[in-house]
């Protein structure tokens, strides 16, 4: 056997963490442990290794980092499902389980799945490794799995630190919602980037040539701008993304809304609340008097709807509001 002294930052210590508590605190198993998952070599001609390519853990990681937020399409999951031989008939939970289980061990990925309990109605299972990218991807491909399932299980509640993901699933509709509310955080920009590529490129590929100088603006604001009207616009954005009526939404949701509306667009350079609610601070953009004095306005109509009072002071490149008791 060979000893080596070895040094371990707080980081690594962290991520050993779930190692070294199943080994009962002693790191060298812990550290072992990891280094046999780094080294796994997948288990060849298994049913469960049917059609898989090997790739070298660095592109697989790449690939994956490059689609975080995304989830398989259905037919993937057919497909994962049929390959594990479950095509023709309806599996039991305890088949799926260790199907699923040994498919991930025999494709070499440095994530240790477990079952930790499982029933009929409920499932609990655990995903650890060393690394969160690979963790999220196996627990979001075996949620997946799980979700194409008749009857299907959805997650119930799931616990995400970076080297351990523990999630509950319990039998019941709406799995696939469930899937995309956890792992799907990146589907709906990804979807319209697929469905309108040609004008998503044009649009990212002109706002990095022209350095980020443009403005964001729907053409319900535009035209409300060019008839002139102090406030053309903004409230409708409000109402989305809050999915509430503007006059109902708390002052504390909507600031964060605002900022995001306004800075996003290119409108303002940034927005801040001072700690006791009462003044709002906005850094322009621009640098004509006119045009700050214009956009001023336009926010100061807006916050109106929740300050009965508004003070109004520019100066320079900046306007405050102050709220009048």
Known sequence: MLRKNISLTDEHIKMLEPFIKEHEGNISA??????????????????????????????????????????????????????????????????????????????????????????????????????????????MVISCTFASLDPQYRIKEADNPSTLIKISYERDDGAYERIIEHFGYNQSSCDELKSRWDWWKWVIETTAMLNYRMIFLSESVLEGLLQGKDCPGGITYLERRSGKYYKEIPFDEVFPLLKEEFKNARLVEDMSLRADGNE???????TDPMVMASIAKWIEELIKVYWDKVECETSALTTVFRRID
């Open 280 to 286: 709002i601070l906005v850094y322009h953009n621009f």
């Open 30 to 139: 812990a550290i072992r442990s990891v280094v046999e998952l780094s080294c796994k070599k997948p288990i060849p001609s298994s049913p469960e290794t049917a059609g898989v390519a090997q790739l070298h853990i660095p592109l697989v990681k790449w690939l994956i980092s490059n689609s975080r937020g995304c989830v398989p399409d259905s037919g993937v999951l057919r497909e994962i499902m049929c390959d594990l031989g479950f095509n023709l008939r309806m599996p039991s939970i305890d088949e799926v389980c260790d199907g699923l289980w040994r498919m991930v061990n025999n494709a070499g990925f440095p994530v240790q799945a477990e079952v930790i309990t499982k029933n009929e109605r409920s499932i609990v299972a655990k995903f650890k490794g060393s690394d969160p990218i690979f963790n999220e991807f196996i627990a």
